[in-house]
């Protein structure tokens, strides 16, 4: 029992003790370093997907922008071609009706009897609005007559017909429309 009392066990549990805190702090250390290099290699990773992906929003936007600007110059060439479409079916249609207007006042020079006279002509596509002043109602009948009996004119119709008596003549003012006959020839006989 005396030897056991010689030693001393407390220097060696204190090593002991100080050794396993060592020991501790080391290995807390060493996490705490494999953790900040786990975070920071995740963060850095996980940043560069993030900028590639900024990269490529920042690629599509400006796709996008060119495409819209090209959308917007295909609009404006739609429009023009739209006018210029406009355009051609209006130079159409009067290549295929420009002669009506000769073929209308040739009829109308035909069909008009003695003691009937003109004083106005509007005609619209293949409708005429003839107004004139003729010497009598029945000069005006034998005009309208006429123009049914001639074939470029049909449906004469008489709106309007007023009898007056300008300085002891007996005059009889009347508006008639007429349809003309349409045909892409442009011939006159």
């Keep these: 029992i005396s030897f056991l009392r010689r030693i001393n066990l407390l220097p060696w549990r204190t090593e002991l003790r100080e050794r396993k805190k060592k020991e501790y702090l080391i290995a807390l250390s060493l996490s705490a370093l494999a953790g900040a290099i786990f975070w920071l290699t995740t963060h850095f990773f996980f940043g560069t997907l993030i900028d590639q992906q900024n990269q490529r929003n920042d690629f599509i936007q400006a796709e996008i922008k060119k495409l819209d600007r090209k959308i917007v110059e295909i609009k404006e060439l739609e429009k023009e071609r739209e006018k210029l479409i406009a355009r051609m079916t209006t130079v159409e249609e009067l290549q295929s009706s420009r002669h009506l207007a000769v073929r209308l006042f040739d009829e109308l020079s035909k069909t008009l009897p003695d003691g009937v ?36 004119l049909y449906e004469p119709k008489l709106t309007i017909i007023e009898t007056k008596l300008d300085e002891d003549k007996r005059t009889s003012e009347f508006t008639l429309q007429v349809k003309q006959k349409t045909d892409n020839t442009g011939d006159i006989e």
């Design 117 to 152: 006279y003109l004083t106005e002509l509007e005609q619209k596509n293949d409708a005429a609005k003839i107004k004139g002043v003729a010497q009598s109602n029945a000069r005006v009948s034998n005009f309208m007559r006429n123009l049914e009996a001639s074939e470029w």
